[in-house]
C-alpha cells in the first residue's frame, strides 16, 4: 500500500496542477480521475493491479498536505495502511494512516463520496484519434524548459508544429518576436496550425513524467496527452487545445 499512496501522491501533486482526485476501485479496476483547478488538464489513471484496500468511491484532497505526511515516512520501516469505516451500510476507506519503526504515526482522512461530488468538477474526455505519438528526450524537455523561461512571462501559452519532417514548439508571439524549437526530430506527422496549449502546466506535468516511461501524442481534433507509466499504474494527463 505504501507503494501505491506514494505512486498517487507523486503522479497527482508531482504534476503541479492537480490538488484534488476521486478514486473509484472495485475487484477488477482502481482507476484515479482528476481535473485541474483551471480546467486545463484531465486526469485519467489506473493501476496495474487493482487494490482490495481501495474498493469504493472516495477522494483524496489537499494532496500537498498528505504529499508532507509521505515525507515524513519516505524510510526503511515505515509503513501505510487504509483504515476503513461503514457508511450507508457500506465498508469504505476512510482513512491512510503512516507508521514508523520509532513508534511515530500520522492519519490523513479521505473525503467521502458525497464531499467529492461537492467540490471536484467533472470534465469527460471523449477520447481522440492520435496523429503524433513519441517518447519525449529529457534532454529536449530540459531545452524547453530553459527555453520558456524566457518566453512564458510573456506569452503563457505555445503551439505545436510540423515542419520540415520536424516536431516544432513555437514559444512566444508575433507581436513580440517568437522561438522555434526542434521538440522532436523527424516525429512532426502532419499536425494542422493553431493547436495552442498552456506552456507551463505543459511542462510541469512533462517533467514530473521524465521519471517513468512517457509518451507524448498529439492530435489534429483539439488535444495532446501525456501518458506516464511508473511501473505500479499508468497516468493520462489530457490537455484541451486553447483557442486564443
Known amino acids: 500500500m505504501k507503494d501505491i499512496i506514494f ?8 504534476s503541479g496542477v492537480i490538488e484534488l482526485v476521486k478514486v473509484t476501485g472495485t475487484t477488477d479496476d482502481t482507476a484515479i480521475d482528476a481535473v485541474s483547478g483551471d ?25 500537498s498536505l498528505l504529499n508532507g505526511i509521505c515525507g515524513l515516512y519516505n524510510k526503511e520501516g515505515s509503513t501505510v495502511e487504509v483504515e476503513k469505516a461503514t457508511r450507508n451500510g ?3 476507506p476512510d482513512s491512510v494512516v503512516f507508521k514508523d519503526a520509532e513508534g511515530n504515526n500520522d492519519k490523513y482522512r479521505l473525503m467521502s463520496k458525497e464531499i467529492l461530488e461537492s467540490q471536484l468538477e467533472t470534465v469527460k474526455f471523449k477520447g481522440a484519434k492520435w496523429d503524433v505519438s513519441f517518447e519525449p528526450s529529457k534532454a529536449k524537455v530540459q531545452e524547453l ?9 510573456i506569452e503563457p501559452t505555445f503551439s505545436f508544429k510540423s515542419e520540415n519532417g520536424n516536431l516544432v514548439v513555437v514559444l512566444g508571439g508575433e507581436s513580440i518576436g517568437h522561438s522555434k524549437r526542434v ?3 523527424n516525429q512532426g506527422g502532419n499536425l494542422r496550425d493553431g493547436l ?46 486553447l483557442t486564443r
Request: glycine fraction near 10%; hydrophobic fraction near 45%; proline fraction near 4%.
Open 39 to 63: 480546467q486545463t488538464v484531465v486526469l485519467n489513471a489506473k493501476l496495474h493491479n487493482p487494490s482490495a484496500d481501495l474498493i469504493g468511491e472516495f477522494g483524496m484532497g489537499n494532496l
Open 145 to 153: 524548459a530553459q527555453a520558456s523561461s524566457v518566453y512564458s512571462g
Open 196 to 241: 495552442v496549449f498552456p506552456l507551463n502546466q505543459f511542462l510541469s506535468i512533462l517533467k514530473s513524467a521524465m521519471g517513468g516511461v512517457c509518451v507524448l501524442s498529439i492530435s489534429n481534433q483539439g488535444a495532446c496527452q501525456i501518458s506516464v507509466d511508473t511501473g505500479i499504474g499508468l497516468y493520462n494527463y489530457i490537455l484541451p487545445a
Open 7 to 14: 505512486d498517487i501522491v507523486k503522479q497527482t501533486i508531482g
Open 183 to 185: 521538440f522532436a526530430p
Open 90 to 92: 457500506n465498508t469504505v
